[in-house]
Nanobody, 124 residues
């Protein structure tokens, strides 16, 4: 069992940066793939980034490549999403997720553990 709590969201101007954190409780976090997803009003929850248990394998959505960086610190049971060069279209509720997802990293249905989400708003 893993409980996830996101933090770090807020309001930022276009071009600015935010760093999201995902604090996990439960002994198995270090064994799980961790993902970040986001959901804007009226849209489906979409994949943003994911990192495997060791940090040796990372994937990004095309829309955030080169701007966002995912990382994790298993000793602190915490994951991160550094978001730079933010755009108004990045505005959404951001969720972290974790589970043993095999190769289907970008599929939200593969993740059994979710945080409550944190709002990110980028003004133009």
């Amino acid at each position: 069992q893993v409980r996830l709590v996101e933090s770090g969201g807020g309001l930022v101007q276009a071009g600015g940066s935010l760093r999201l954190s995902c604090a996990a409780s439960g002994r198995t976090f270090s064994e799980y793939t961790m993902g970040w997803f986001r959901q804007a009003p009226g849209t489906e929850r979409e994949f943003v980034a994911a990192i495997n248990w060791s940090g040796s394998n990372i994937r990004y959505a095309d829309s955030v490549k080169g701007r966002f960086t995912i990382s994790r610190d298993n000793a602190k049971s915490t994951g991160y999403l550094q978001m730079n060069s933010l755009k108004p279209e990045d505005t959404a509720v951001y969720y972290c997720a974790a589970d043993s997802v095999g190769r289907r990293w970008t599929f939200k249905s593969e993740y059994g553990y979710w945080g409550q989400g944190t709002q990110v708003t980028v003004s133009s």
